[in-house]
């Protein structure tokens, strides 16, 4: 069993960036996880940008430079 890490994870929806959407700090086990609890929907590592849900950063890692960017299926 993988252990739960904290990520900070900021929501696109529609794939329109937000300032009501701002960064939430999420407890998973994957940054995959932590974006899919945010959003509520399977999503991919890959896509287009209109397809963008969710970005996801591993809460207090200093040498992560971008986040990870997570698209929807459709």
């Not at 998973?28 to 397809?51: D, H, N």
């Amino acid at each position: 069993m993988q252990s739960k890490q904290i990520y900070q994870v900021q929501l696109w929806p529609n794939g329109q960036w937000s300032a009501e959407h701002n960064w939430q700090k999420v407890e998973a086990a994957t940054e995959r996880e932590a974006a899919e609890k945010v959003c509520g929907l399977t999503l991919r590592e890959q896509g287009k940008l209109a397809q963008l849900r969710a970005r996801v950063l591993k809460h207090g890692d200093l040498k992560q430079h971008s986040a990870t960017s997570f698209y929807a299926t459709e």
